[in-house]
Structure formats: C-alpha cells, structure tokens
C-alpha cells in the first residue's frame, strides 16, 4: 500500500522567511513517481514538480527547491524567500504501479503573513 | 492557464435534483479522471478514463453516473446526492499513451458542490 505523510498541517510565516514543507513517503515500489501540487483559495490545484525513482538530484527551480532522499522516504519542498502569494495549500504524491492512483497527503496549509 | 475547465465553478442542489458536471481539457490528453475533496479528508480519486473507456471506478455510490463522450470531455452526472456528497470536485486530465498512470496529472479549478 502506498501512503503519503505530510506531519505538518499549518506552517505561518512572515514574509521573507524560508519555510520547508515535509513529506514523507511509503511504497513497495521500485520504480515510483514523486509530485508536489500548490492549491490557492481559489481551489485549483496547480502542478509544481514531478520527479521519478531514479533521480535523487535535487531541483531548484525560483524561490522553489526541492529535496529527494531515498534513503529517508522523504521529498522536501523549500520555499526561499517566501511572499504572500505563496499562501496556499500543498500537496505532496505519489504514483506507482500501473494504476492510475495518484496517493496525496493531506496537505500542508502555508500562511504568509506580510 | 486554461489547459482543463470546469463548468459550474459553484453548485447548490436539493438531494432530489438531477444536475451534471462538466469538464473540458485542451492539453491533447487522453486519460481524465474526477476527484472528490471534502473538507478535512485526503482527495479521493473517483473515476479514471483512458481513450473514452473507463478504467476505474472507486466504490463509487450509482448516484454518481461518470461519461465520457471523447477524450476531450468528461461528465459526472449527479442525481439523489446526500449533503455528504457536498465537497469540491475536481477534474484531471494526462497523456497516458501506455496506461501507466504515472504522467503528470493537470487539474481544472473544481466545482464546488453544495448539497440541501
């Protein structure tokens, strides 16, 4: 069974703080596919990374960077330098197997305050 | 970005009206998927097609009937809903050629669904 673990439920901050949102992964696995979504109030969910199994290099991408460790089960998302508009809910998941399903965490609720 | 829309963006309905969701994707896609998120649960993947054919169906109640009429339309007619059902639906669209199921998945701005 596949399970998608992001601990923390709210993070608030204030604005140009640095902030990492946690998960944490768990497959049977070997090959697997790893996503980060952001979903703004206004409820769409809006894709951010997509990254497989096999590589472990971390992504920078912006004020984004995300950190994959095998070892650990884990697939970090650090937001540098936070604004306002990156207050949203994320949503880490995974994919594996030939099924179709996308297993998401509950998601982490970011506040920025200004 | 308007790759998948939605239509209605808001629903209010009585648990004996009959209404339906749609749902268009312009990315050139071939496998849709609808997704229920209530309040304070983990989404829910509900209906998955690929090339027009279903291909899961997870332990949907019949009150919820899925349709796909091509690859770039999906449909997920309500009828005799129960004010549980009441969340934000929320359509997907991926180019799955091989039916993997690992492709990026890109999503509409939801319905919002209240059930009276």
């Known amino acids: 069974a596949q399970k998608v673990t992001q601990a923390q439920t709210e993070i608030s901050v204030v604005e140009k703080e640095d902030v990492t949102l946690d998960c944490v992964y768990e497959?049977?696995?070997?090959?697997?596919?790893l996503f980060w979504y952001k979903q703004p109030p206004s409820g769409e969910l809006v894709f951010l990374i997509r990254r497989n199994s096999f590589d472990e290099q971390n992504e920078i991408s912006g004020r984004y960077s995300w950190n994959f460790q095998k070892s650990t089960s884990s697939f970090n998302f650090t937001i540098t330098a936070s604004q306002v508009v990156d207050s949203a809910v994320y949503f880490c998941a995974l994919s594996g197997g030939s099924n179709y399903k996308l297993t998401f965490g509950k998601g982490t609720l970011l506040t920025v305050n200004p | 970005e308007t790759g998948v829309t939605q239509t209605p963006r808001h629903l209010v309905m009585g648990m004996t009206n009959k209404k339906s969701l749609k749902c268009e994707q312009h990315?050139?896609?071939?496998?849709m998927y609808w997704y229920k998120q209530s309040a304070k649960k983990p989404l829910e993947l509900m209906f998955v097609?690929?090339?027009?054919?279903?291909?899961e169906n997870n332990s949907v109640p019949s009150r919820f009937s899925p349709e796909c009429p091509n690859s770039s339309h999906l449909f997920l007619h309500l009828h005799t809903l129960q004010p549980e059902d009441s969340a934000l639906y929320l359509c997907?669209?991926?180019?799955?050629?091989?039916?993997?199921?690992?492709?990026?998945?890109?999503f509409g701005p939801g319905t919002r669904l209240l059930v009276l």
């Open positions: 997907a669209s991926s180019q799955d050629e091989r039916g993997e199921g690992w492709e990026t998945q890109y």
């Open positions: 990315l050139g896609h071939n496998a």
């Open positions: 497959t049977r696995d070997t090959t697997y596919y």
């Open positions: 097609y690929n090339f027009k054919e279903q291909t």
